[in-house]
C-alpha cells in the first residue's frame, strides 16, 4: 500500500464522522434518533439490510471459509436458510410491528406479557449484540493492522491491532453519538455500492494475478472439492449440512431478523409494514448473490496462494524456496509449516487471508479504498440500536414521566458506553482462534434462541402467560448453556432447539398456571388471525 491509500482510508473515515455529525442537527426527539422519524424509504431500508447482513464479518470470513483447507461451497446451505426465515418473518412478525407505535421490538413482549419477560429479552439483546459486534470490530482492526505494517514491517503486529480496535471503535462511537440511526441507514447504502465495487475489483485482479486465470482457478478448485454444496447428512455435529442450514438457519434468520432490534429498528424506520416486507425480501435475493460472490472470492484466493496449501512441500526450507516472491523476506519453522496441514497456511486463520491481499497486491488507490469499505461496514454500528433497547426497555420502567429530552440525553451517553463495552470485547477475542463468523453467530445462535421462542409462544400459545413464559426462557437459556459447553452440537442448531425448549416449557408450565388475560392473547398474533 502506498501513501494514496492512506489518504483514501482516513479521508473516508473522516467523512464518516462529518456525515455523522451533520444527521446530528436532526436529532431533536427520541423518535427522530432511533427511527428518522420513520420517513426512510423502504429501498434505502433494504440496502441496509444487506449491508448489516453482510458486514465486516462476511466481507473477511466467507472468502476465508472457502480459500481455508476442506472449505467449499457449503456455507450456501445456510443461506437457502436465511431466504426461508424472511418469508416467515414476512408474514408471522412484521405485521404485529404496525401496531401501534414502537420504539424497540421488545415492547411487542411488553403488551402481551408484561415487563419481566420484556427486560429478560432486551438484556439478551444487549449482551449478545456487543459481544458479536465487539468481534466485528476486532476483524476491521486487522486490516488495519495490516495496513500499518504493510508500511513498518518491523512493526509490533499485537500492539498496532490494539490501538486499531481502540482507533476504529472511538471513530464509530463519535459517528453513532452524533448521527442516529437515520445516518446509520444512509451511510450503509453509500457503503454497499463501494465495497461491492471493492470485491469485485478485488475478483477481478485476483483473476488476473493467477497463473492460467479463471480456468486455472476452476480446475484447482474442483480438484479440491471447493464447488461442494449440499450435504444432506443427519448430523447435529456437522455446522453446514442442508437440515442444519434450511431449519437451523430459517430458525437463525427468525431470531435475527424478526426478534433482534438491531434489524427490526430498521423496518421501524418505514411507515407501513408492506415496505418493511418488501424491504426485506429484497435483501433476501441480494444477500444470495453476494454470499456466492464471497464464495468465488475465496477460491480465487485459494488459487492464488495454493502454493501455501500444496501438500508437496514436505519442509519449510523447501517451501520458502518456492514461495519467497510471495513472502515478502519472512520465512516460517519447520513447527509452523507442519502445523499449516490443517490451518490457512500462513496465515494464523482464514480471516486474514483476504486482508493480506487487499494491503499487498491491489494496486495504489483501489487498496485503500476497499480498506475504507471494510472500515465502514464496521461502523454501521448496532450502538443505537443497544442504546434505543436500553433506554426504553430497561431505563424507562424505572424513571417514568421524565421529558423526551432527558430520554435523548441518555441515549446519547449509553451510546458512547456501549461503544466502550464493544472495544473490550474486541481486545479480548484478539487471543481466539476460531474464524470470527463461526464466533459471532455462535453467540447470537446461544441467547436468540430463548428470545425467538418466547415470541413463537406469544404468536401461537395465545393462554400462556407471563410467568410460564419466563420459565421456558430460562430453562431454555440453561439448557443452551450446556449444549454449548457441554456438547458437540453445531451452533448452526441452536437457535431451533433454544425456541423449540421455551415453546415446549412454556406450554407445560402453563397447565400449572392462570391462563393470560384476554385482552393481552393477540398482541404477537399472526397476520390474518382472528383479533
Given at each position: 500500500m502506498?501513501?494514496?491509500?492512506?489518504v483514501?482510508?482516513?479521508?473516508?473515515?473522516?467523512g464518516?464522522?462529518?456525515f455523522?455529525?451533520?444527521?446530528?442537527?436532526r436529532?431533536?426527539?427520541?423518535?427522530d434518533?432511533?427511527?428518522?422519524?420513520r420517513?426512510?424509504?423502504?429501498?434505502?431500508?433494504?440496502?441496509?439490510?444487506?449491508?448489516t447482513e453482510t458486514?465486516?464479518?462476511?466481507?473477511i470470513?466467507i472468502?476465508?471459509?472457502?480459500?481455508s483447507?476442506?472449505?467449499?461451497?457449503?456455507?450456501?446451505?445456510?443461506?437457502?436458510?436465511?431466504?426461508?426465515?424472511?418469508?416467515?418473518?414476512?408474514?408471522?412478525?412484521?405485521?404485529?410491528?404496525?401496531?401501534?407505535?414502537?420504539?424497540t421490538v421488545?415492547q411487542?413482549?411488553?403488551?402481551?406479557?408484561?415487563?419481566?419477560?420484556?427486560?429478560?429479552?432486551a438484556?439478551?439483546?444487549?449482551?449478545?449484540?456487543?459481544?458479536?459486534?465487539?468481534?466485528?470490530?476486532?476483524?476491521?482492526?486487522?486490516?488495519?493492522?495490516?495496513?500499518?505494517?504493510?508500511?513498518?514491517?518491523a512493526a509490533n503486529?499485537?500492539t498496532?491491532?490494539?490501538a486499531?480496535?481502540v482507533?476504529?471503535?472511538?471513530?464509530?462511537?463519535v459517528?453513532?453519538?452524533?448521527?442516529?440511526?437515520?445516518?446509520?441507514?444512509?451511510?450503509?447504502?453509500?457503503q454497499?455500492?463501494?465495497?461491492i465495487?471493492?470485491?469485485?475489483?478485488?475478483?477481478?485482479i485476483?483473476?488476473?494475478?493467477?497463473?492460467?486465470?479463471?480456468?486455472?482457478?476452476?480446475?484447482a478448485?474442483?480438484?479440491?472439492?471447493?464447488?461442494s454444496?449440499?450435504?444432506?447428512?443427519?448430523?447435529?455435529t456437522?455446522t453446514?449440512?442442508?437440515w442444519?442450514?434450511l431449519?437451523?438457519?430459517?430458525?437463525?434468520?427468525m431470531?435475527?431478523?424478526?426478534?433482534?432490534?438491531?434489524?427490526?429498528?430498521?423496518?421501524?424506520?418505514?411507515?407501513?409494514?408492506?415496505?418493511?416486507?418488501?424491504?426485506?425480501?429484497?435483501?433476501?435475493?441480494i444477500?444470495?448473490?453476494?454470499?456466492?460472490?464471497?464464495?468465488?472470492?475465496?477460491?480465487?484466493?485459494?488459487a492464488?496462494?495454493?502454493?501455501f496449501?500444496?501438500?508437496?512441500?514436505?519442509?519449510a526450507a523447501?517451501?520458502c524456496?518456492?514461495?519467497q516472491?510471495f513472502l515478502?523476506g519472512?520465512?516460517?519453522s519447520?513447527?509452523?509449516?507442519?502445523?499449516?496441514a490443517?490451518?490457512?497456511?500462513p496465515?494464523?486463520?482464514?480471516?486474514?487471508v483476504?486482508?493480506?491481499?487487499i494491503?499487498?497486491?491491489?494496486?495504489?488507490?483501489?487498496?485503500?479504498?476497499v480498506?475504507?469499505?471494510?472500515?465502514?461496514?464496521?461502523?454501521?454500528?448496532?450502538?443505537?440500536?443497544?442504546?434505543?433497547t436500553?433506554v426504553?426497555?430497561l431505563?424507562?420502567?424505572f424513571?417514568?414521566?421524565?421529558s423526551d429530552?432527558?430520554?435523548?440525553?441518555?441515549?446519547?451517553?449509553?451510546?458512547?458506553l456501549?461503544?466502550?463495552?464493544q472495544?473490550?470485547?474486541?481486545?479480548?477475542?484478539?487471543?481466539q482462534?476460531?474464524s470470527?463468523l463461526?464466533?459471532?453467530?455462535s453467540?447470537?445462535?446461544?441467547?436468540?434462541?430463548?428470545?425467538?421462542?418466547?415470541?413463537?409462544?406469544?404468536?401461537?400459545?395465545?393462554?400462556?402467560?407471563?410467568?410460564p413464559?419466563?420459565?421456558?426462557m430460562?430453562?431454555?437459556?440453561?439448557?443452551?448453556?450446556y449444549?454449548r459447553?457441554?456438547?458437540?452440537?453445531?451452533?448452526?442448531?441452536?437457535?431451533?432447539?433454544?425456541?423449540?425448549?421455551?415453546?415446549?416449557?412454556?406450554?407445560l408450565a402453563?397447565?400449572?398456571?392462570?391462563?393470560?388475560p384476554?385482552?393481552?392473547?393477540?398482541?404477537?398474533?399472526?397476520?390474518g388471525?382472528?383479533?
Open positions: 502506498k501513501a494514496l491509500d492512506l483514501i482510508i482516513f479521508g473516508y473515515l473522516i464518516i464522522v462529518l455523522g455529525t451533520w444527521f446530528g442537527r436529532q431533536k426527539t427520541t423518535r434518533y432511533f427511527l428518522g422519524d420517513s426512510v424509504p423502504w429501498w434505502a431500508v433494504a440496502f441496509s439490510i444487506v449491508a458486514s465486516t464479518i462476511t466481507f470470513s472468502p476465508g471459509i472457502a480459500f483447507r476442506g472449505g467449499n461451497f457449503q456455507f450456501l446451505q445456510l443461506v437457502f436458510g436465511y431466504l426461508l426465515g424472511r418469508v416467515v418473518i414476512a408474514l408471522l412478525f412484521i405485521p404485529s410491528y404496525f401496531r401501534g407505535e414502537l420504539l421488545y411487542l413482549l411488553d403488551r402481551r406479557f408484561g415487563r419481566k419477560i420484556k427486560m429478560l429479552a438484556s439478551l439483546f444487549v449482551v449478545m449484540r456487543n459481544i458479536a459486534d465487539g468481534i466485528r470490530l476486532l476483524l476491521t482492526a486487522i486490516v488495519l493492522a495490516a495496513v500499518y505494517i504493510s508500511f513498518q514491517p503486529a499485537e498496532i491491532t490494539v486499531s480496535v482507533l476504529i471503535g472511538l471513530a464509530m462511537i459517528f453513532t453519538y452524533f448521527g442516529g440511526m437515520e445516518a446509520v441507514i444512509w451511510v450503509e447504502v453509500v454497499l455500492g463501494i465495497y465495487a471493492g470485491a469485485v475489483a478485488a475478483a477481478i485476483l483473476t488476473n494475478s493467477i497463473d492460467g486465470g479463471w480456468s486455472a482457478a476452476i480446475t478448485a474442483t480438484q479440491y472439492h471447493k464447488f454444496i449440499f450435504d444432506f447428512s443427519f448430523d447435529f456437522r453446514f449440512t442442508f442444519a442450514g431449519i437451523g438457519g430459517c430458525f437463525l434468520t431470531s435475527t431478523h424478526g426478534t433482534d432490534q438491531y434489524l427490526v429498528q430498521r423496518y421501524l424506520c418505514t411507515d407501513r409494514p408492506r415496505r418493511a416486507a418488501t424491504a426485506l425480501l429484497t435483501s433476501g435475493a444477500v444470495l448473490g453476494q454470499f456466492i460472490g464471497f464464495l468465488f472470492i475465496g477460491v480465487l484466493l485459494f492464488f496462494y495454493h502454493p496449501t500444496d501438500p508437496l512441500y514436505t519442509t523447501e517451501a524456496a518456492k514461495l516472491p515478502s519472512r520465512c516460517f519447520d513447527a509452523a509449516f507442519a502445523a499449516s490443517t490451518a490457512a497456511y496465515f494464523t486463520g482464514g480471516d486474514r483476504f486482508p493480506d491481499f494491503t499487498r497486491r491491489l494496486p495504489t488507490g483501489l487498496s485503500g479504498l480498506v475504507a469499505a471494510i472500515f465502514a461496514a464496521a461502523m454501521s454500528s448496532s450502538l443505537n440500536s443497544i442504546a434505543a436500553a426504553n426497555d431505563y424507562k420502567p424513571r417514568r414521566r421524565l429530552k432527558h430520554y435523548l440525553k441518555v441515549s446519547h451517553w449509553l451510546t458512547l456501549w461503544g466502550v463495552v472495544i473490550g470485547v474486541a481486545l479480548v477475542a484478539r487471543h482462534n476460531r470470527a463461526d464466533q459471532a453467530l453467540v447470537a445462535s446461544l441467547i436468540n434462541g430463548p428470545v425467538l421462542g418466547v415470541f413463537l409462544v406469544g404468536a401461537f400459545l395465545k393462554r400462556v402467560s407471563q410467568p413464559a419466563l420459565i421456558g430460562l430453562a431454555s437459556g440453561a439448557a443452551m448453556l449444549i459447553f457441554g456438547t458437540n452440537i453445531a451452533w448452526t442448531w441452536y437457535v431451533f432447539i433454544g425456541s423449540m425448549i421455551t415453546l415446549a416449557v412454556a406450554w402453563s397447565l400449572a398456571f392462570p391462563p393470560a384476554e385482552n393481552r392473547r393477540n398482541e404477537l398474533a399472526p397476520a388471525s382472528d383479533r
